[in-house]
């Protein structure tokens, strides 16, 4: 797994919401639309004028690609974190997930998770 670097936010829009621009612009982000609302993650730097906001996550990629045919990868760290008392919102792409936690859980959630046997990759930023 990989610590990227930076601080997210995940916001909360109307359903019938534009994407602002700026989160194309990205590294990183995630946007869900669903009949009832409009999920963005995205840098924490990027102010969207939603009408639920929540900072300060940071976030951890499963390094390589998943196969759908594999079972339990994601059910496995969640595990891990749940015991560890650590609460998750995860993303999944057609590669491989991310898990966004709050960044004060950071050291909390990689112990955990290198003491179950995961290796965690740190960016210069989180070392």
Do not use: W
Not at 40 to 55: F, G
Not at 109 to 115: C, D, G
């Amino acid at each position: 797994m990989k610590v990227l670097s930076g601080s997210y936010s995940v916001h909360q829009l109307s359903c019938n919401s534009i994407v602002p621009a700026a989160v194309y612009q990205e590294e990183f982000f995630s946007i869900t639309q669903t009949d009832e609302e409009l999920s963005i993650v995205c840098d924490s730097r990027i102010d969207l004028d939603s009408e639920k906001r929540e900072d300060e996550f940071a976030c951890l990629q499963v390094l390589g690609t998943l196969n759908f045919d594999l079972v339990g990868i994601l059910a496995g760290i969640t595990s891990c974190l749940s015991s560890a008392g650590v609460s998750i919102f995860a993303l999944s792409t057609y590669n491989t997930d991310y898990i966004l936690l709050k960044a004060s859980k950071l050291e909390l959630a990689t112990k955990a998770l290198e003491a179950a046997g995961y290796q965690i990759q740190r960016s210069s930023l989180n070392a």
